[in-house]
C-alpha cells in the first residue's frame, strides 16, 4: 500500500479533545448498533463488535450506555433502524474521499452532506467512482514503549503484519481485512499493547496539493467528520 493516509492521524489529535467531552457518543453507539445488528450482541464472538465497544470504553462511555447501544442492535430494544452507508466524493483537485455513515434517517444525512460538499466545491459521486481508488485494510495502532525499532519490525512481521508506517510515538500496522483479528492477537502474544484496531480504507495512491488548496480539503474533512452520522472519512489527500 503505496499512498498511506495521514487524515486518521490528524483527525485523531484533533478530535482528542472531542472525545474527552463525549461528543462522540452518538457515533460510538451507532457503530455498536450496527456490528450487533450484522453480527450479534457476543464481543467474544463478534470481533466488529468488540472493537467498536473497546473504543467506546477508552472515550469513557458508561456501561450502561454500551448495553443499551448492544441490545438495539439486537433488537431486545426497541429503537430506529440505524443503517450503514457510504458515500462517494470528489472534491476539487480530483480528490477522492469515502465518508462511512450509520444512519437512522438517510435523506437527512444525504441532506446534510450536501450542504457541506456544495460550500466546498465538492460533489457526491456515484457509486464506484471513488472506492476504486481505496483498499480495504485492517489497521492497528501499535505502542512502540522501549523495544529496539529492528526487534519490534521482526515482531510485526512474524505477527502477519503486511506493512506498517510510523505515526509518532506508534506504529501503524497494517493487515488483510479478513486478518485483523488474528493479527491482533498475534501482537498481544508478544506483548505488544494495541491502543486501536479498525478496518479502514487506504488510498492506493495519494495525490498532492498546494498548501491553500490541501488547507481547503483538510477543512472540508474535518465539516464531514463533525455530522452526526459520520462514523469516518477516509481520503487520497497527500498530507
Known amino acids: 500500500m503505496s499512498g498511506h493516509s495521514k487524515w486518521s492521524q490528524i483527525k485523531r489529535q484533533k478530535g482528542a479533545a472531542d472525545v474527552k467531552r463525549g461528543a462522540s457518543f452518538s457515533k460510538l453507539s451507532n457503530a455498536i448498533i450496527v456490528a450487533a445488528k450484522n453480527g450479534g450482541g457476543d464481543v467474544n464472538a463478534n470481533f466488529t463488535l468488540k472493537m467498536a465497544v473497546e473504543k467506546a470504553r477508552q472515550a469513557n462511555m458508561p456501561k450502561d450506555t454500551i448495553d443499551r447501544a448492544i441490545k438495539r442492535g ?91 508506517v510510523e505515526e509518532d510515538q506508534e506504529i501503524a500496522a497494517f493487515s488483510k481485512p479478513n486478518e485483523l483479528e488474528s493479527t ?11 491502543k486501536e484496531a479498525n ?37 487520497n489527500l497527500d498530507l
Not at 208 to 223: F, T, Y
Open 199 to 235: 478496518l479502514i480504507y487506504e488510498p492506493l495512491n495519494s495525490i498532492k496539493l498546494e498548501p491553500v488548496q490541501a488547507e481547503k480539503i483538510v477543512k472540508l474533512l474535518e465539516n464531514l467528520e463533525n455530522l452526526d452520522d459520520v462514523i469516518a472519512v477516509y481520503t
Open 184 to 194: 491482533k492477537k498475534n501482537l498481544e502474544a508478544q506483548n505488544l499493547i494495541i
Open 74 to 164: 439486537t433488537g431486545e430494544i426497541q429503537g430506529a433502524a440505524i443503517e450503514e452507508a457510504m458515500y462517494e466524493v470528489i472534491a476539487p483537485g480530483n480528490i477522492g474521499i469515502l465518508v462511512e455513515a450509520a444512519t437512522d434517517n438517510k435523506n437527512r444525512i444525504t441532506s446534510e452532506l450536501k450542504n457541506v460538499l456544495s460550500k466546498a466545491g465538492a460533489k457526491l459521486a456515484s457509486s464506484g467512482a471513488v472506492s476504486y481508488q481505496f483498499n480495504k485494510a485492517g489497521k492497528l495502532l501499535v505502542e512502540v514503549g522501549e523495544k529496539d525499532k529492528e526487534e519490534l519490525e521482526l515482531m510485526l512481521i512474524d505477527a502477519g503484519v503486511e506493512d506498517f
